[in-house]
């Protein structure tokens, strides 16, 4: 099966730093101009394009890695990507100039898409570069996102920025067809072409990481199915082939990729954000069996005081929680409707507001 073209309206493009980088180490400067001629071709046609661009890091250390001694893995990569990122961000400014475009950098963290008003900013400040033409070009803040608060990587960065946008596909560019049904080193092994919703591939993925990515096949793996899950194509496909993006979105000639469908009904924009927001959850509601039965049977069942057993954790009102059945297995997250104190002194009480309203629930 092809993997068919089709012109979207707005899409996020996700290049790894294995695209970006020589096997010696050095920027691949060539292959990054290549792909820059190809988002212009897409923005010529009036595609809006976000591109999540890797490669700070590995540009940095190719810089500063002959004269630098011993050093920390933190500060390593805090002094790298420092470094790094004004480099890349020239090589697009002035690639992109070219064609009379304008790029503009947005740096983030995992931290500061934590809370509705941080991410519906980042969304606004995308919404104005989009509206004035200009192509948003994000990575990591890799200089102060040095915590367990970090994304995983940038895979899981771009699938945020994808469902936050409101884009039809996302792009995921790496240095491999797809995702192989073996060993991408056997030759017996096959891009596995198109992935219905809710299928798991994980017994398809080495999980060992390459020596430059952060994530590996593991998290585009994850990513894709759960972006997909939310409405949004998406595609894994080789960046070093020539003409990918091209042939991706314009042309319609055959390429090999893997394409997970996405599922049919889009969530809710603030059920997005909640759903990209597992890893910043402050807290956990055990539920007792009905309230657990009410919530998987209907989607207009919310979260009631009455039907909750116990409340884990300290949070604040609008922070997101986990959503636990009463033997503990994780159902879903949601946005709570008050505090972790008042939230403990309603156990069990009837005829309260919502803990979480069924607007605000979503579930795996
Ligand atoms: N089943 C699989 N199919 C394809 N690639 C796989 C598979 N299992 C593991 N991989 C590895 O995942 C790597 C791509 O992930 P990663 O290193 O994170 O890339 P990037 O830097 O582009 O994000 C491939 O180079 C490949 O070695
Ligand atoms: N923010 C880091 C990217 C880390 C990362 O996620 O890399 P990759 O797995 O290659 O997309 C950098 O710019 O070097």
Known sequence: MNCESKKYRRIVIKIGSNVLTREDGRPDTTRISALVDQ?????RAGVEVILVSSGAVASGRS????????????????LFSAVGQVKLL????????????????????K???????????????????????????????????VTELMFTDNDELSGLVAAMMDTEALIILSNIDGIYDGSPADPASQVIRRVAPGRDLSQYIDTARSSRGRGGMTTKSRIS??????????????????????????????????RFEAA????????KWIAS?????????????????????????????????????????????????PEGAPLGV??????????????????????IHCDYLYLE
């Open 90 to 109: 020239n090589r697009y400014y002035d690639l992109f100039n070219e064609y009379g475009i304008v790029c503009g950098q947005v740096l983030t963290t």
């Open 111 to 145: 931290e500061s898409l934590s809370t509705r008003r941080q991410y519906l900013n980042q969304r606004n400040c995308m919404e104005a570069m989009l509206a004035a033409g200009v192509v948003p070009i994000v990575n990591e803040n890799d200089t102060i996102s």
């Open 225 to 258: 199915s759960r972006v997909a899950g939310e409405g949004i194509e998406v595609v894994i496909a080789n960046g070093r082939r020539d003409g990918i993006l091209t042939d991706l979105v314009l042309t319609g000639r055959d390429v090999v990729c893997t």
């Open 277 to 325: 927001s597992e890893g910043f959850a402050k807290g956990a509601l055990h539920l007792d069996a009905g309230a657990a039965a009410a919530i998987s049977q209907s989607k207009a069942a919310s979260i009631l005081a009455v039907g909750v057993t116990a409340v884990e954790g300290e949070f604040e009102r609008d922070d997101i929680v986990r959503i636990l059945s």
């Open 264 to 271: 049919p009904r889009p969530a809710s924009g603030v059920k």
């Open 39 to 43: 988002i212009a071709g897409l923005y």
């Open 63 to 78: 810089v500063l890695e002959p004269r630098v001694g011993r050093i920390d893995t933190v500060s390593a990569r805090q």
């Open 334 to 355: 949601g946005r709570i409707s008050c505090d972790s104190a008042t939230a403990r002194r309603n156990l069990g009480r009837k005829g309260l507001k919502p803990l």
